[in-house]
């Protein structure tokens, strides 16, 4: 479990992550979603330890993480997946880090096993792929065999085979009752493995709503219907609690017509059944969750803009 | 991992005495694995410094280089030594001073363990490593000093052979190229041995102090070059008393004088001198240590 609480930091000028409130529960994975730049990096080396928030609190199990007795048990993390040293095989990297919190040398095996790295494990680390190194900063998070692992872009520059590694991995860490946080620039990235969406923009909160909550918000979505009796059509239903407006401004639409919110098209084409319309079209018009995302973290930033200027 | 795996983990988390640990190989077996009652302690810090300094490839070129300096220094001296106090001066011949012709080697030699001393934590810097060895120790204070006692333990054997190498290699020399020659029972020879050992010592833990305040390893790097050779050599050339200030003063200076048998009285005498040099890396590596814990990774 991860607690975040008015979490702040601000660099000079910037205000990387502001006033932050969420929380990561237990057999779940979240995503921490956001553009580039958004805090997310920020806000996850806060939540470890490693940068000094300005304001405002993470804590992990209830208590920040410099307090858990062996530290590696109590949270695993992937910051940077390039981060070792070169000339260091991957062996000797995860057993330094198994000594600095006397977890036994048979720990190393172990994790090196689970992400399939046994047999290049005594290589130094400056040959391994992206996609090793990767496997190797995840070796390192599930060390302690942790109940809440911090990973950020664990996806990033993989490739297909990595991808789908990384989310059965987490799929399976949540469902043994882990709490995993992941972070994404990319909702394409997350739509399938997420059971919540974290979305922060400009170090503000964006969004904090479960997957399926989110999709079912996107699929309330717009029918466009086309009709040569648009104008009583239109009347007919919002006198049913439809929202009617007009294609025009749409991209390169002619204008002639109507978007209903708030009814479904088998609802619509029953009315123009009953009432005698000729319909031309009835088309369901489905966001895409990235289009979605995008929208939500694009009114953020507008939002900030304008917070700022008054 | 299966959820046979995170019973297991539970079991454990309620039985921790049931799991003995195995003997291992090296000088720190006795350390219990943190059970989940344990708790991860200063000496799991020295062990996981231990691994790092040892596993990373600088460490036994330097070593190597230092050993090396010691000892092919004092005999290149100590043989070209014969020939120039042949050819010296009765007053020359006073100040000729046969035990730091040895142990020349200690200029090279603290540069390079002072290096090593820097390369043990920038090399976290520049392979982003801190990241994960801060995130399994956030108590910083305890990785800081982890890490320089276990630099100290290699560059203290380092030091001291390299300055008893120094010695016995030039002194030998020196006896069959005909010039004066001290032994090791000689006044001051073994102030000078173990001094000088412990004056390298104090290099790497200066380096290390460097670093942890520069991060990184090619600002470091010239820092530490420029502590140990270029100042002490340009100081001459500095301008009226700053001269005579820093030939006297500047830390790897004054902490050099420990090797020296000859008294020049314008400079520090070899302890004042070597206390000096220990002075200066006491205060950095506190400055450093409280950097260290006040600073984002
Ligand atoms: N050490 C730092 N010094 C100054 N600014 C920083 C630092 N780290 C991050 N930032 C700034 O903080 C903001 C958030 O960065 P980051 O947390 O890396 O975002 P994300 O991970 O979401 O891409 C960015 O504007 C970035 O430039
Ligand atoms: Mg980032």
């Known amino acids: 479990m991860i607690e975040v609480h008015g979490l702040t930091k601000r660099y000079g000028e910037v205000l990387a992550v502001n006033d932050l409130n969420f929380s990561v529960r237990p057999g779940e994975v979240t995503g921490f979603l956001g553009p580039n730049g958004a805090g997310k990096s920020t806000t996850m080396r806060m939540i470890l330890g490693l940068d000094a928030p300005t304001s405002g609190t993470a804590t992990v199990g209830g208590r920040p993480v410099a307090e858990h007795p062996v530290p590696l048990k109590a949270v695993g993390a992937l910051l940077d997946a390039s981060a070792v040293l070169s000339s260091r095989s991957a062996y000797h990297h995860l057993l330094a880090l198994a000594a600095s919190n006397g977890l036994p040398r048979s720990r190393v095996d172990t994790v090196l096993e689970e992400v399939g790295l046994s047999n290049v494990a005594r290589r130094a680390a400056g040959t391994y792929s992206l996609g090793m190194r990767q496997r190797l900063g995840i070796a390192g998070a599930l060390l302690g065999d942790p109940p809440v692992l911090v990973l950020d872009e664990p996806l990033n520059g993989l490739d297909p085979e990595g991808i789908v590694w990384i989310r059965r991995l987490m799929r399976r860490m949540a469902a043994e009752g882990r709490a995993v946080m992941m972070s994404s620039h990319l909702m394409s990235e997350v739509e399938l493995t997420v059971d919540r969406l974290v979305v922060v923009g400009r170090g503000r909160l964006i969004a904090d709503t479960g997957m399926a909550e989110f999709i079912a918000s996107v699929a309330s979505q717009e029918v466009v219907v086309r009709t040569p009796q648009a104008v009583p059509f239109a009347g007919r239903l919002a006198a049913v609690g439809a929202a009617v407006r007009t294609t025009a401004g749409d991209g390169n639409d002619d204008g002639t017509g109507l978007v209903v919110t708030g009814l479904e098209a088998a609802r619509i084409g029953a009315l123009a059944a009953a009432t005698g319309v000729e319909l031309h079209e009835l088309a369901p018009r489905q966001t895409s969750l990235e289009e979605a995302f995008m929208e939500l973290t694009r009114d953020s930033v507008e939002y900030t803009t304008e917070a700022e200027a008054a | ?297």
């Open chain 2, 1 to 297: 991992m299966s959820q046979g795996t995170v019973d297991s983990r539970r079991t454990r988390l309620k039985r921790p005495a049931k799991r003995p640990a195995k003997p291992r190989r090296g000088s720190l077996r006795t350390v219990p694995p943190a059970g989940a009652a344990g708790r991860a302690t200063f000496v799991h810090s020295l062990r996981a410094e231990w691994i790092r300094l040892r596993t990373m490839r600088a460490t036994l070129y330097v070593v190597v280089a230092t050993l090396v300096a010691g000892a092919g220094l004092a005999t290149l001296n100590g043989s070209s030594a014969g020939d120039e106090y042949a050819a010296m001066s009765a007053a020359d011949r006073l100040m000729f001073d046969p035990l730091a012709t040895s142990l020349k080697g200690v200029i090279l030699a603290q540069l390079t363990l002072a290096l090593l001393g820097g390369l043990a934590i920038t090399s976290e810097y520049g392979s982003r490593t801190i990241v994960s060895t801060l995130t399994a120790v956030p108590r910083r204070g305890r990785v800081v000093v982890a890490k320089a006692v276990v630099l100290t333990a290699i560059a203290l054997p380092t030091g001291m052979l390299t300055t008893l190498g120094g010695f016995l290699a030039g002194q030998s020399v020196l006896e069959s190229s005909g010039a004066p020659y001290v032994a090791l029972g000689d006044p001051g020879a073994w102030r000078a041995v173990l001094g000088g050992g412990l004056f390298l010592t104090l290099a790497a833990v200066l380096g290390l102090a460097a670093g942890i305040m520069i991060r990184s390893t090619t600002a470091t790097v010239t820092t530490l070059f420029a502590t140990t050779l270029i100042v002490p050599a340009l100081a001459p050339s500095f301008p009226g008393t700053l001269a005579n200030w820093t030939t006297k003063f500047w830390p790897p200076s004054a902490g050099g004088q420990i090797v020296t048998g000859y008294r020049d009285p314008d400079l520090l005498n070899p302890w004042p001198g070597f206390t000096v040099m220990g002075g200066c890396v006491v205060v950095l590596l506190t400055a450093a240590f409280l950097t260290f814990r006040r600073r984002d990774a």
